[in-house]
């Protein structure tokens, strides 16, 4: 069955910094991989995803993932956070035909 | 058009009470899913439609009663819910089950009293 592993519940940063928030995932053929951000009260928003192709994913809002096979990663990056990122981030992964299962969340704090 | 809308926002209701949630799209997509998520959790799969038929049923209680009267309409029916039922409801299409990533609404925050 497939799994998402966030090592990471809650992470802080400095306005302005680099992010990186990790995703591991358990899938037993190519997945299709994906981050969503809610925001307190919201519904999820999609930032990207993957399904096959490049490795290196572009989304919306600057951010970007990549897709590790060899390591079953698939860590979100934004080179610069602004204080509007602040928000809970999920990974997901699903399949064809599967239904999308989320990992726990990771909650982004951005420090001014 | 390319939202899910759901309505209420809100909802309280009393433990005897009868209510419906509403989930309406218009992007043509043939998948809808209902999802719970309580407070600091992920979302948890509740129910799948597939063109308008009951796919997926993640052994949700029966107090809990999933309609879809055509592909663009999902609703969910709520009797004799618990306290512990309380939580954010989330509706989610696809234009087919489980691939291409899903579109969300924006929740109805459920509160059982």
């Known amino acids: 069955a497939q799994s998402v592993t966030q090592p990471d519940i809650h992470i802080t940063v400095s306005e302005g910094a680099s992010l990186e928030l990790r995703c591991n995932y358990s899938?037993?053929?190519?997945?299709?991989l994906f981050w969503y951000v809610q925001s307190p009260g919201q519904g999820l928003q999609l930032l990207l995803k993957?399904?096959?192709?490049?490795?290196l994913v572009q989304g919306i809002k600057g951010f970007e993932a990549e897709f590790k096979r060899s390591q079953s990663s698939f860590n979100l990056r934004k080179p610069s956070v602004h204080w509007s990122d602040a928000a809970e981030y999920f990974c997901?992964?699903?399949?064809?035909?599967?239904?999308?299962?989320f990992g726990a969340g990771t909650r982004l704090t951005v420090k001014p | 058009d390319t939202e899910v809308t759901q309505t209420p926002k809100h909802l309280v209701m009393g433990m005897t009470n009868k209510k419906s949630l509403k989930c309406e799209q218009h992007?043509?997509?043939?998948?809808m899913y209902w999802y719970k998520q309580k407070a600091k959790k992920p979302p948890e799969l509740m129910f799948v439609?597939?063109?308008?038929?009951?796919?997926i049923n993640e052994s949700v209680p029966s107090r809990f009663s999933p309609e879809c009267p055509n592909s663009s309409l999902l609703n969910l029916h709520l009797h004799a819910l618990q306290p512990e039922d309380s939580a954010l409801y989330l509706c989610?299409?696809?234009?087919?089950?489980?691939?291409?990533?899903?579109?969300f609404g924006s929740g109805t925050r459920l509160t059982v009293v």
């Open positions: 989610a299409s696809s234009r087919i089950q489980g691939a291409f990533g899903y579109t």
């Open positions: 993957y399904f096959s192709g490049d490795t």
């Open positions: 992007m043509g997509h043939r998948a």
């Open positions: 899938y037993g053929a190519t997945p299709y």
């Open positions: 439609y597939s063109y308008e038929k009951l796919s």
């Open positions: 997901a992964v699903g399949g064809n035909n599967n239904d999308m299962r």
